[in-house]
């Protein structure tokens, strides 16, 4: 979010309007259960005087026929501390221009206004809009979809009859928190969701599309986290995690906080393609859900965020069909409602998966790599051994792999990695008959070369007569209460950003409260203390967030090492005091 601000600096003083405003202490210390403005007689306060101005464009569209999403614009000028949003006797503050509002009554009109809050707890006047949920809600979105659409809103939802799920979290990757009902929460660093349900390219359609894959998530919610939208064909659907080199063949979108790109394995073709984008978009605010859709198109590649293209590839895909994949790379915290195939009409393959064992770096020509009970493949109609093998310092290429599952054996099929070089891995697979009932199964990899196994797995082809698999696990997890945001501290001299201060002049200090939370808890103050000692105390009368600017007199501070702690405190005395420090040092004379 762009902020500005107008400050002007004349030998420590502030020019507001005119005229010249020096702050002091203006209250003795307060008593230790009184709370109070209080500064200290070597701080003095920066105020920010910008007039806080209605916020524009108030926008409100829904995902569904029971939620609202407001979007809004800053007013320039504004500064920033924050959003009031008011709805149904409700209240909220926010950081970010987008918020979402959930469990309304589908026909009721709903009157949202949003104020602008400044640091110190003032409001600007409203932006006001009214909507009903039923009539924002277009459903057409779906119909080019394969029905039913994945509603992602509990353990069934995850059946191994729709989707693979490969856990890099020891089985505690999944989880449910409340966003209108229940929708799934990613748990764990890295995780891959793989649709049953194929893409089968079909003619186009009004849009020129031959096949699309949809899903609506609020996420990556992290700074550096990553979902991954991905098509793969034959065979590394059979793949464990997706890594790079990617896949021959495989398109790829990656959505980032900042954008969304588009990477692809070996084999695609080349095209002239141009299709228009937007640019970019605003990261996306944790709760609040936004619709992506990947577009194959027959001489393109479209990435699209709430019906807006964000980003294309001139290329044709080189299959009729692929195997769609969400993959989450450091996106802890991110959530998912819906997803959705379109293309030529297809039905789910089910497919179950039975994790097998890995050997690091652990190098021999025989290798061990699990068992698997029976009722594991009781009544499927074949497995598959898959498996991702390595050399240290060598390559793969030429090392014939066999693959021994019970008291059977077969070669293993060899698929060339896509890039070259020692330690890069090759995909093996190995396909086999179910075994009669008995004794647990063990699983092998042999070789006449060492090498070690990267990740393994049994891929069961459930049939009609397989006993009901396990559904993934997932933990309940409880609505979220809203904090009071982290403060970042700095403090520079105001002769520049030196290491260790020059004696005498004054320090900066600036405390911003910000960050990537949907709803916050509303602020009570900020405290600052120097090397122990209350130096700050302001009352900000349930602001939202927002910038302070301090100016401490280093004459009056001796020359060492010295610490500045802030703490934020929430107006409900039951909320968590958050709190952040910066130390700084004088130099002697």
Not at 148 to 174: F, K, M, T
Not at 353 to 382: K, Q, S
Request: aromatic share 4%; hydrophobic share 40%.
């Amino acid at each position: 979010m762009e902020r500005r601000k107008v400050l002007v600096w004349v030998g420590g003083l502030v020019l507001v309007a005119g005229a010249v405003v020096v702050l002091r202490n203006e209250s003795a210390p307060p008593p230790a259960r009184e709370w109070g403005r209080f500064l200290d007689e070597r701080v003095e306060h920066v105020a920010d005087t910008q007039p806080l101005r209605r916020p524009a464009d108030l926008t409100l569209t829904a995902l569904d026929r029971t939620s609202l999403r407001a979007t809004w614009t800053p007013t320039d000028g504004l500064a920033h501390g924050g959003f009031e949003v008011r709805w149904n006797g409700r209240t909220r503050l926010v950081l970010a221009t987008e918020t979402e509002l959930t469990d309304l009554d589908a026909n009721a009109e709903v009157t949202v206004e949003v104020r602008a809050v400044g640091p110190l707890g003032d409001r600007s006047e409203p932006a006001v809009a009214k909507a009903v949920p039923r009539l924002a809600h277009d459903p057409a979105w779906s119909d080019p979809l394969v029905q039913p659409i994945d509603h992602l809103d509990g353990p069934e939802a995850l059946s191994p009859r729709r989707w693979r799920v490969v856990d890099g979290g020891g089985g505690d990757c999944l989880g449910l928190r409340p966003l209108n009902g229940r929708r799934l929460e990613v748990t764990c660093d890295t995780l891959d969701l793989q649709s049953n349900v194929p893409l089968r390219l079909g003619v186009p359609g009004p849009d020129g599309a031959v096949g699309r894959v949809v899903v609506t998530t609020d996420g990556p919610t992290a700074a550096d986290g990553r979902v991954l939208v991905a098509l793969v064909p034959e065979p590394f659907q059979d793949l464990g995690h997706l890594t790079k080199p990617y896949p021959p063949g495989s398109v790829v979108l990656t959505l980032a906080r900042h954008g969304a790109t588009f990477d692809f394995g070996e084999g695609l073709v080349p095209t002239t393609k141009v299709v228009p984008v937007i640019g970019t978009a605003p990261p996306p605010t944790p709760g609040v859900r936004h619709r992506w859709e990947l577009r194959v198109l027959p001489d393109a590649v479209v990435a699209l965020r709430d019906g807006q293209a964000l980003a294309t590839a001139p290329v044709a895909v080189p299959w009729p069909a692929a195997h769609p994949r969400l993959a989450f790379r450091d996106a802890r915290g991110t959530r998912v409602d819906t997803f959705g195939v379109g293309g030529a009409p297809e039905s789910p393959v089910p497919v179950s998966l039975v994790p097998l064992g890995t050997t690091l770096l652990a190098e021999d020509r025989d290798v061990p790599i699990g068992t698997v009970a029976p009722h594991r493949v009781e009544g499927a109609n074949g497995v598959r051994v898959a498996a991702r093998v390595a050399r240290q310092g060598g390559s793969m290429a030429g090392l014939p792999i066999t693959v021994e599952f019970g008291d059977r054996s077969a070669p293993a099929v060899a698929v060339p990695p896509a890039g070259a070089g020692p330690m890069v891995a090759e995909f093996v697979y190995a396909d086999f008959p179910v075994p009669p009932p008995g004794k647990e199964i063990a699983v092998r990899l042999r070789a006449p070369e060492p090498f070690f196994v990267l990740d393994a797995h049994l891929v069961v082809s459930d049939g009609q007569a397989t006993a009901r698999r396990p559904l993934p696990r997932m933990t309940d997890r409880a609505a979220e209460a809203a904090e009071v945001p982290e403060p970042v501290v700095t403090v520079v001299h105001e002769s520049g950003p030196d290491g260790a201060f020059p004696r005498g002049g004054k320090a900066r200090v600036v405390v911003e409260l910000d960050g990537a939370a949907d709803e916050v808890a509303a602020v009570k103050g900020v405290e600052v203390d120097l090397d122990g000692q209350g130096v700050v105390v302001l009352p900000t009368n349930g602001s939202a967030g927002g910038r302070h600017e301090f100016l401490l007199d280093l004459d009056r501070v001796p020359t060492g090492s010295h610490r500045v702690e802030v703490r934020v405190l929430p107006v409900d005395e039951r909320g968590r005091t958050r709190s952040a420090e910066r130390p700084f040092e004088i130099r002697p004379l």
